[in-house]
């Protein structure tokens, strides 16, 4: 029989449309591959991103000099990926020490990938107990082709530490759980952004109350993710503990003082006493080493303070002749703040109080080199390697605590010198009393030579500083347990300065009272002639 010859019209039909009906088929692959394609490229770009972020950490933590916290370095302005950067970190670091002990006796790594073993940690653990990861990269290709020698080291490590599942050998290594019950403190940048503004924006997302002590510190839930939130990346707030917070506002400069922040990286409390002088007025942020001088500048630049600086540099003679101008696209000219926020990359300690450039300092905040013991959860410490041995304190530890307490004593004694200065703070992150009311006992017969004595701040605080001295219940502490961190806060006031404080009763020679009372004296002259009324007038009869 012969075959029925099928017209080439109907076979041009049936191919269309069997090209129709694979063609979703086909999309649905490729839009797979270009998800799949994406989401390599970005797992591939945040190893990168957290092989950078690891070293400094390592590097840090094996010197005892920490550049910035864990989440400090993670969140700062250079890490694009935040939130896939800051898992493959906490989770390398968590299981950092089987790593090490699988790939150091496998002899895996040669001399070429050695210089890049933070790169090679992050990818064995996603080898070991993260997820299947691709071969796209070098160093991804590397270790993926020494899969099963990786898996042989770690079924050797078992053999040896007697376990039987990984469960069993993570639990062996004492690897730690992070406590997530502490609430999500914000503190508002009055700089950009009103209280209640910020309010009523948290509040679309989250559950918002005010702070009881603090006016610009919000409370929200534990948990809450605010890190790529709009008002978090555009300095408008700033993820801050309300112990941290209570620094700033316990020294509580008043608007136009001239306020030197002694240690003042990473910023945080720096742009707060300029909010806190409502935007007017001199900061003065001195910061030694020179990588935190780098996360000073941008945390300054993202609160707004470089804006602002950049308005007080608009010439005299441009803004009186633009006045009218000015008010009509700002309305009221009171609201140009007039802060001028200046980084100091230098010593603290090498600052001659008796320089001119700092004769109008009327307020220092120092809040040293610590620790760190007091907010060791929250800077997330217990995941370092320094910490693994759990919380004992062994003989280096003591000795590097007594080498902080010295350059506290130092540094304090140091702030306590400069001749116009009305208050000082001094804070550390501590709970260890050598830090802390071990400092403050043995400076307190030079603060009271020099005019200065014992002040509480935040009175109605339940928990002050430990009983070894007289006058330790001006101190103020915060608890790691109870409030989730551990702060310690001093505050030094001259005798006379500010008479709203509750001071502690410490009796000077008559001699001294004298002298004191004399320096005040000249110093309220010195007031009355630079008072801003005073200036005002001059400065009318200037125009007339």
Avoid at 143 to 164: E, G, I, N
Avoid at 489 to 502: C, E, Q, S
């Amino acid at each position: 029989m012969a075959r029925r010859k099928i017209p080439i019209a109907t076979k041009a039909a049936a191919a269309a449309s069997a090209a129709a009906a694979a063609a979703p088929d086909e999309k649905g692959k490729k839009k797979q591959q270009r998800l799949k394609s994406g989401a390599e490229r970005s797992a591939f770009f945040a190893r990168r991103e957290a092989a950078k972020v690891l070293k400094c950490i390592l590097q840090g933590d094996a010197s005892r000099r920490a550049v910035g916290s864990i989440k400090t370095l993670v969140f700062s302005p250079s890490v694009r990926n935040k939130k896939a950067t800051f898992a493959l970190v906490c989770q390398t670091l968590k299981y950092i020490s089987i790593i090490k002990d699988v790939l150091e006796p496998s002899k895996i790594l040669n001399a070429k990938w050695k210089r890049q073993e933070e790169l090679m940690y992050i990818i064995a653990y996603d080898i070991l107990f993260g997820q299947e990861i691709s071969s796209e990269g070098d160093a991804e290709k590397f270790l993926m082709q020494r899969k099963d020698a990786l898996q042989s080291a770690m079924a050797k490590l078992m053999v040896k530490k007697q376990v039987k599942r990984v469960e069993d050998l993570v639990s062996l290594y004492h690897i730690p759980v992070e406590d997530i019950s502490k609430p999500r403190y914000v503190r508002v940048n009055t700089l950009k952004m009103d209280v209640d503004s910020a309010m009523l924006e948290l509040g679309k997302r989250f559950k918002v109350e005010k702070d009881d002590m603090l006016e610009d510190l919000l409370v929200l839930p534990p948990g809450s993710d605010l890190h790529n939130n709009p008002l978090v990346m555009s300095g408008s707030v700033f993820l801050q503990g309300k112990a941290s917070s209570m620094v700033a506002a316990a020294l509580a400069p008043e608007p136009e003082w001239e306020v030197l922040d002694a240690c003042s990286a990473p910023g945080n409390k720096t742009i707060h006493l300029a909010a806190l002088m409502g935007g007017k007025g001199k900061v003065t942020a001195c910061e030694l080493n020179r990588d935190r001088v780098k996360r000073l500048e941008d945390t300054i630049r993202l609160s707004g303070a470089a804006s602002i600086l950049t308005i007080t540099c608009l010439s005299i003679w441009n803004y009186l002749f633009s006045q009218r101008r000015l008010q009509m696209i700002i309305g009221d000219l009171s609201l140009i703040r007039l802060i001028d926020i200046k980084v100091l990359h230098g010593d603290f300690l090498k600052l001659n109080p008796k320089d001119p450039e700092y004769a109008k300092v009327r307020a220092i905040l120092l809040d040293p080199s610590c620790s760190g013991s007091g907010t060791a959860s929250e800077r997330l410490d217990h995941l370092l390697p320094s910490h693994a041995g759990g919380p004992g304190m062994d003989f280096a530890e003591l000795e590097r605590l007594n080498k902080l307490a010295s350059f506290q004593r130092k540094a304090l004694e140091h702030a306590l010198s400069f001749p116009a200065v009305e208050k000082v703070v001094y804070s550390t992150c501590s709970i260890h009393q050598i830090e802390n009311e071990d400092v403050v006992n043995s400076i307190l017969p030079f603060a009271a030579s020099n005019g200065f004595q014992l002040a509480t701040p935040f009175p109605q605080w339940p928990r002050r500083g430990l009983p070894v001295f007289e006058g330790s219940e001006n101190l103020l502490r915060t608890d790691p347990v109870e409030d989730k961190e551990g702060f310690f806060i001093a505050l030094f006031v001259r005798r006379g300065a500010t008479d709203d404080l509750p001071v502690a009763d410490h009796k000077l020679p008559e001699a001294q009272v004298t002298e004191i009372n004399l320096r005040k004296l000249r110093r309220g002259k010195q007031r009355k002639l630079r008072s801003p009324s005073a200036r005002i007038k001059i400065f009318k009869l200037w125009l007339h």
